[in-house]
Each structure stands twice: as structure tokens, then as C-alpha cells.
DNA sequence: GAGAGATTTTGTAACGTTTTAAAACGCCAT
DNA sequence: ATGGCGTTTTAAAACGTTACAAAATCTCTC
């Protein structure tokens, strides 16, 4: 017999409340809802019965009574936007957030960018309507509309990425310049004399982290570098090939920031008879292990997307958990290197 | 000034309720209750003056207050289970299911699969708790525990993916009969002899529709058919490469359901010297414009996985907005051939 | 001009929870 | 016994909404 089995007296299982358990026990209904959230001032014996007559009747209380008279909605809300670059994205991202709040009484709700990628009007709508007690999103800019919204309501939030503002909040950021300067020394140390990186839109703050990353050792190995202006990760990979294809001269280093602009630019190289390894080197930041059956030989430094929806998980948690405004902690996850 | 702006006369916004509209408005709660609610007991021009007042102090009803009153929670929940073989397939559903849901007043909430892959807990959890009126789900088996529960409680529900079950229940799923007859037809036409299906494992019901179409147009073609045991999509990369590089005698035709399983099968023949388009042929069922960068010339066929999520949210709202019971209708979507 | 009938509005009671302020209880010193 | 004090319990109100039954208003018809 299941613990939450009905324990329906014949009838239709009707879902225990705190005054079944207060009339199962004796005691008040206010006394039965502060044994269960273990106020200090309630005898220990009442605390153990009526955590027993709980236990045994399988009560668990209705969200929606708590939310609508605490105003809090254990509700997590996470801002979807189609990530065209980064294989799994998603999945890997939601899977670590919901395993980041399994148990914690949070559920994880879903909104997408409104089309016209307006991205803080969803946030807008769910702060004002009091839909979640926390947002998530990603794609964090140099200076976000989002961030600086948030920060003013005081609304809880994580967000995956930095901004560049001197306001300090909650964040979770992949090691971008760490990734990007040992990618372009990898480059040096195959031999390349000039690095290439497509880079993802300038407003992205990790643009600047990725372009500083690969400066860096550009400068200290004496690589030239060159950053393809109109174009990005965020290009339709028919522009990315045919953009390799034309490419004069062809650099023998690229530094690519995920799987697809890799794979459109290798297409492209390939039609005008380059390949991977003879005729450049590359080093691909990736988030699945994808790559590694088209070509078991490329240099990839793995990005743990579950990894940080964990994080992300874990401090919006305790972002929602303190008091306002407090704890504006940022954390910053490594580059795993594949190589060698 | 936005419409939904702060109206506060000087200081914190403060959520209109009903009760603001009524004062306003000067009718009684349970008036403007039913005003906004369309019923047509109330007067026209009652209706209109309500409205206007909702829309001028930006009303929006309390989720928490109605789902306490009502028990319906305006919740649609998606389990989510990993996939490896398919190629954004979450951010894909997602993106339909929202989709289809935006302005249903309707949110989507994520479960995660528990860990220890079982599939019924988590949806007795949302079903016991009353976490939501209805949910999704996929990988949908022959005889599924979880369609037999839901049914059985009369809880709405939409699968991805068919039960060979007697009992008719709404679901969304691919042809994917059609799609393994159309590869099948296409290899024949290439000059194949053998077809080889990497098939899901068997407790899935579109596995058993895929090899019914490989089947079928083998007979139709007089072509041999070779489906590996112990080997399915879900199996781990390196072992289908692996058992790709051991094959003995080689297919001159393979059919894939999934991009996975044939960058892994692929991966595994090269390393024997064999190539696609010279030693053998395929069929791929891709669900992005991935592999078209790896390989131009492959043949590929479509399945829409956003059209999916956007069928299964009107499906889903249809199951809770109807009477109990109602209308258990399925619906089947097509293959999209890319080649030739 | 009064009553019947239809139309429209409203007061009240829930839904299940937390919180505030007050009541009950036990115990000890007077 | 009485009062006082610390501990433990409780009644009642509130959160914002909907639904039921009853009240109020209007519209006819005789």
C-alpha cells in the first residue's frame, strides 16, 4: 500500500485539509498549521501528533491557499529564448534547474519571448501580475533592460551571464575569456600564426569576454586577430558557409563559441577543399558530446549547461529564500578541456 | 504611458481586486465578477463600464484567488524525460506548446523525470496534488501505465505518441509508418538491396510503426530487412559506432530516426573505409538543419517537433476546456521529405 | 394601478491557508 | 485562595475569487 494512497472511506478520495487533520487530532486548525511549519512555540508532543496524523492521511497543502494568502507562489519562472547556437541548450539547462529544486516545494514555469523578441516584456508581465516569485533568463547584455528592471522592482532573479553595469546582482557565467584565451593558445601551440573568431552579437556581454580571451593570447603568442563584423553565432548558418567560403586570405586558427557556426564554416571551408587539421586548426566550445562522432579528432572545450542551471537553480533559490535585496552573488563555472 | 502603468495615486502600486473595480464602479463584487466573466445575465451596459474600469486600472485577476475558488489551476504541466537522439527537441516542443497556449490564460510548468527513469511517479504527483488540469507527456508505449492511470482518474491528458491500447485517448504523433515507408521506398530507388533500421526500443510505440514501414516497402521492393537487437536510438554513441565498425555483412541501406543514431552509425563505418553515398545509402528523420552542414547530400526527411508542441497545446486545452471525458481525438502529422 | 414575470443586481458563504490578538492553562509565590 | 507570569492553544479575520439563493428593479398586461 502506497503512502499516498486514498485513504478514502469508501467514497470518492477527498483531499485531506488542515481541518481534517485539526478534527482527526483534536487540536485547532491554527494549531495544526503551526505544528506543520515547526513554530517554536508549539509543545513538541502536539508537533509529533500531528505530524503523524499528516504523515498517515498523506495531507499535503493546497498551493493555491498559500500562495493567495502568504502572496509568495513557490513559483520559478524561466524566460525562453531560442538558442539556435548551442546544441541542447534546453533541456540541459531546465534539467539542471528543476533538479536544483527538487524539494524545495518550487515549480519551474516556462514563458516564451514574445515574437518581436521583445525580451523584458514577459518579465514585465510576470513581475506585475505576480506570477513567480523568482525569474531566470539568459543572453544577458553589457546593459540589460532586464537586469536594471529587476533591480529597481527588487525582484529576485538569476540571470546566466554578467552585465557590465556596476549594479551588482545574482548571475551565473560560463568562464568565457579563460575558454576563449585557451582556445587561442591551443591555436598557437598547433601552429597558428592568426586566430579567427566568430563571436556572438556585440551587446552580449560574453562577446566582449570571448574577444578578450582571444586577445589576450593573441598578443601574448604574436597571433594576428580577426572578428568577422556582420556575421555572428546568431547568423543563419547558409550566411556563416557562405561567408568561409569567400574568406581571403584563410586564417589557419578559428576560435568558434559553439557547435553550429563550427559546423556551417567547416562546410563552407570544406567546398573550396580545406580541411580541418591540414589547412587550419580549430577549437570549439561545445555542450554536448555531438561533435566528437563527425570528427573524433577536434579540439573541444566543453561548456556544462546542466551545470549551470544548477547554479542558476541553487542562487535564485537563495535569492527568493532571503530578505530583499540581500546576497547579490555572482558565480562563474570553468571551461572543461577536451583535448589531448 | 504604458497601459498596464502603476495608476497609484502617489504611492506603491497596489493591485486593483474586485473589490477596487467595484468601488469604482459603484456595483457589487459579485457584479463585476460576473461581468468580466461574460455572463449573459449581466446587462450590456453594466459590462461595458466594468470593462472599462478593468482595462483603465489595469486589473488582472488573482491566479491564487480563482484557483483556490474553482480547483481549476490554469496549468498545463509538460514531463519531461531527456533526449538524446533528437536534436532540440525540448526547446522545440516547448516552443509550440507555448505557443499554442499564449493567450489561454494558461502557464506551462516542467517536471522533471526522477531519477530511476520512473515515468508514472512524477504525473501522480501533479494528478494527487492538483498541480495542474491537465498534462503532456512522450515516448508513449504500447501499453502505457501512464495513459491507463490518467484515464482511469479521467484526468486530461494529450501524449506524444500512440498506445496500442483499445481505449482512445487525445494524442499527438508523427507518421512515422509513412516516414519509414517513404526512406525505405527512397534507398530502393537508389539501388539498395538490404535496408537496416536503427530502431527505438520496442516498448515504444513508434518503434513498432517504424518497422512496420521499413516492412512493408521491403516486401513492396523485394529488399532484405536487418533490425539489430540490442541496439536501439537511446543506445550511447560509442556503442552504436562501435557496432557500426563490426558489422558484418554492411547494408547497402540504412534508415535513422534520428540524427544521433546516424552521425554514431556513420562515424563507426568511416573508420572502415566506408562512405555515405558510395557504399551505402540513408535516410535520415531530422528535426533541425543540422546535418545539411555536415553533409549536403544526405537524404533527409522532417519531423516538425514545434508543430508537435503546437498540436498537443490545442489538444491539451481542448481535453481541460471541454466536459469531462469529451472528445479523445488524436491527430497525426505528416513526414516533410527534404531530398532530391 | 396592481400584480405577474422576466431581467438584473447583490449579500453571503465558501475555497484552505496564515496571522494577529486574545484566551486558556499550568505553575509557583504570595 | 489569589494574582501573576510563562507557555501553549485558539477564535476570528483576512487573502481575492466564484456560486447560490434571494432581493431588487424593470416591463408588461389586465
Known amino acids: 500500500m502506497s503512502v499516498d494512497e486514498s485513504h478514502g472511506r469508501g467514497g470518492a478520495a477527498v483531499r485531506p485539509t488542515l481541518r481534517t487533520l485539526a478534527a482527526e487530532t483534536g487540536f485547532a486548525v491554527a494549531t495544526v498549521s ?12 502536539t508537533r509529533e501528533t500531528v505530524a503523524a496524523a499528516a504523515q498517515r492521511l498523506g495531507y499535503v497543502p493546497d498551493r493555491a491557499a498559500q500562495r493567495l494568502r502568504t502572496g509568495r507562489t513557490k513559483v520559478i519562472s524561466l ?9 541542447g541548450f534546453t533541456n540541459h539547462l531546465i534539467e539542471g534547474l528543476t533538479g536544483a529544486m527538487v524539494g524545495s516545494g518550487y515549480h519551474l514555469t516556462v514563458f516564451p519571448q514574445t515574437v518581436g523578441g521583445d525580451t523584458l516584456a514577459p518579465i514585465q508581465h510576470v ?13 544577458t547584455r553589457d546593459d540589460d533592460m532586464r537586469v536594471r528592471f529587476l533591480l529597481e522592482r527588487g525582484f529576485p532573479f538569476a ?3 554578467r552585465t557590465r553595469g556596476p549594479a551588482p546582482h545574482p548571475f551565473v557565467d560560463f568562464d568565457n575569456d579563460a575558454f576563449a584565451h585557451a582556445a587561442t593558445m591551443r591555436l598557437a601551440d598547433k601552429g597558428a600564426k592568426s586566430v579567427c573568431l566568430i563571436s556572438p552579437p556585440e551587446p552580449y556581454t560574453f562577446a566582449g569576454h570571448l574577444r578578450a580571451g582571444v586577445r589576450r593570447a593573441a598578443a601574448e603568442r604574436g597571433m594576428t586577430v580577426t572578428i568577422p563584423e556582420h556575421l555572428s553565432i546568431d547568423s543563419p548558418p547558409e550566411q556563416v558557409s557562405a ?12 576560435v568558434f563559441p559553439g557547435e553550429v557556426s563550427y559546423l556551417a564554416t567547416a562546410a563552407g571551408l570544406r567546398r573550396r577543399g580545406l580541411e580541418h587539421g591540414r589547412d587550419y586548426h580549430a577549437v570549439i566550445k561545445v555542450s554536448s558530446s555531438l561533435l566528437s ?10 561548456e556544462d549547461i546542466r551545470e549551470a542551471g544548477r547554479l542558476l537553480g541553487e542562487s535564485i533559490l537563495g535569492a527568493v529564500g532571503t530578505e530583499k535585496g540581500a546576497m547579490p552573488e555572482g558565480v562563474i563555472y570553468a571551461p572543461v578541456v577536451l583535448y589531448r
Open 127 to 139: 513581475v506585475r501580475n505576480n506570477l513567480a516569485d523568482g525569474v531566470i533568463f539568459s543572453r
Open 243 to 254: 561567408w568561409a567560403e569567400s574568406l581571403d586570405p584563410v586564417p589557419d586558427g578559428f
Open 159 to 161: 540571470s546566466h551571464g
Open 293 to 302: 562522432l563527425v570528427d573524433p579528432g577536434l579540439d573541444q572545450i566543453f
Open 79 to 87: 524566460m525562453l529564448d531560442p538558442h539556435h547556437e548551442i546544441l
Open 34 to 45: 503551526r505544528a506543520l511549519a515547526n513554530d517554536p512555540k508549539i509543545a513538541e508532543s
